[in-house]
């Protein structure tokens, strides 16, 4: 079965503190993994698409690699805005997508 | 930047009736999709739909629900005899490839 793990349910930062979310999935037939940013109320905001084992992408304070069973989004010296929750999610060859059930990131100041 | 339109951002159905929750797409892209999310819980996948037809629908997709693309810009869900577990966020999205999201319909059904 098509599966998608993330982890920590709920991580808690100071501010300029470094940490990893980590994603683990088993899918069939892996077409890309995506990475979004939910604020509440809100829909996911794109951050990443990574398509194969070694690939990395940045964006400002944000960094994810890929592996064949894991992806992991690295933050650098968050700050406070950057609190938000991170999804994590696996399309599959048949253009399903299948989403984690996300990491709540807490940035302290 | 371009964006994915929902509407209405808030809905209030009666159990039993039928809803409509509208997408306008970026105008460019190829695939588009439907997605929930019960509160507190994960996104799911409804449906996706590429070239006028369904390409691929979840086990949460079954004959209560329909997707349309109208005219060439409109993407619309519907939703038949509505079910209080019916009550999510519904959001829609659109990739070429990369998927931006709308910023989703809250249904209530009551």
């Known amino acids: 079965e098509d599966q998608v793990t993330q982890s920590p349910e709920a991580l808690r930062l100071q501010e300029g503190e470094s940490s990893s979310l980590n994603c683990s999935y088993t899918v069939s037939g892996l077409r890309g993994l995506f990475w979004y940013r939910q604020d509440p109320g809100k829909g996911p905001e794109f951050l990443f698409t990574l398509y194969s084992a070694g690939e990395e992408k940045e964006k400002e304070r944000l960094k994810a690699t890929l592996t064949k069973k894991e992806s992991f989004l690295h933050i650098t010296a968050p700050k406070p805005e950057d609190s938000a929750t991170y999804l994590c999610?696996?399309?599959?060859?048949?253009?399903?997508?299948?989403f984690g059930a996300g990491t709540r990131l807490f940035v302290k100041a | 930047e371009p964006e994915v339109t929902q509407t209405p951002s808030h809905q209030v159905t009666q159990m039993g009736q039928e809803v409509i929750l509208r997408c306008v797409p970026i105008s460019n892209h190829l695939y588009f999709y439907w997605y929930r999310q019960i509160l507190g819980q994960k996104v799911e996948f409804l449906v996706s739909?590429?070239?006028?037809?369904?390409?691929?629908k979840s086990e949460i997709f079954d004959d209560q629900f329909s997707v349309e693309r109208p005219d060439g810009s409109n993407f619309t869900l519907k939703i038949r005899s509505t079910k209080l577990e019916d009550s999510a966020m519904y959001f829609c999205a659109s990739e070429q490839p990369g998927y931006t999201f709308g910023s989703g319909t809250r249904l209530t059904v009551v």
């Open positions: 739909f590429y070239n006028n037809e369904i390409s691929e």
């Open positions: 999610a696996a399309s599959t060859g048949g253009f399903k997508t299948i």
